[in-house]
């Protein structure tokens, strides 16, 4: 069965770093998406990306944030200079394109990649 | 705006008792609402979903109902196993062109034999 993909599962950074994530949606689909959750909170929207451009995007997704689809099959989360509170689980995920509405498209998610910031 | 509040965890069954997890929502307009399941080391999977007032879903013996006059979408199973220990979300996808889903902060369920 087809599956969303991450990588790494944990990364741990120093603060003020760059660092990346790294995501492979589902070969078929073609929406995008990031959410987060911090430890202990809400699992929270990020950003959606539909033919190569974000669609989508929460006030936590500031400058800092940016993402990319850099071949035919990643799609990356750059964070520019990490902050302590950017430690998060951050989830990719991604959905068909099939339907005149987005909300009948199922999201299907990776498992996470644990970001540690020090 | 929108939101989703579930009720605090962990909840801790014997293996066959009758599960109820609570979740309300705030939203404009019609919005869609899912739960998701997330197992130890896995991404969240949706386990059901519904679009409208009064639509039930329901997959592996769990059911939900979209109650608009209550704003809740409560998650039941008359008889829960060991193996549904996890993890689970309520969530809400608003009305309007928009893919985005806003979660509550999930409920952990823990299954005793």
């Known amino acids: 069965e087809p599956e969303v993909t991450q990588t790494p599962s944990h990364q741990v950074t120093q603060m003020g770093q760059e660092v990346i994530l790294r995501c492979v949606p589902i070969?078929?689909?073609?929406?995008f998406y990031w959410y987060r959750q911090i430890l202990g909170q809400k699992v929270e929207f990020l950003v959606s990306f539909y033919n190569n451009e974000i669609s989508e995007k929460s006030e936590i997704f500031d400058d800092q944030f940016s993402v990319e689809r850099p071949d035919g099959s990643n799609f990356t989360l750059k964070i520019r200079s990490t902050k302590l509170e950017d430690s998060a689980m951050y989830f990719c995920?991604?959905?068909?394109?099939?339907?005149?509405?987005?909300?009948?498209?199922?999201?299907?998610f990776g498992p996470g990649t644990r970001l540690t910031v020090l | 705006g929108n939101s989703v509040t579930q009720m605090e965890g962990p909840v801790t069954l014997s293996e066959e008792a009758f599960l109820t997890i609570n979740c309300t929502y705030t939203a404009t307009g019609y919005p869609s609402l899912f739960w998701y399941v997330q197992y130890p080391g896995e991404g969240l999977q949706l386990l059901l979903k519904?679009?409208?007032?009064?639509d039930k879903g329901s997959n592996k013996g769990f059911e939900a109902t979209y109650r608009k006059e209550t704003t809740s979408f409560h998650l039941e199973k008359g008889s829960v196993q060991v193996s549904d220990s996890a993890v689970y979300f309520c969530a809400l996808n608003p009305s309007g062109n928009t893919g985005k889903l806003i979660f509550g902060q999930g409920t952990t369920l823990q299954v005793k034999p």
């Open positions: 995920a991604s959905s068909e394109d099939g339907t005149a509405t987005f909300s009948y498209n199922e999201q299907f």
């Open positions: 070969s078929n689909h073609l929406y």
């Open positions: 519904a679009t409208k007032a009064d």
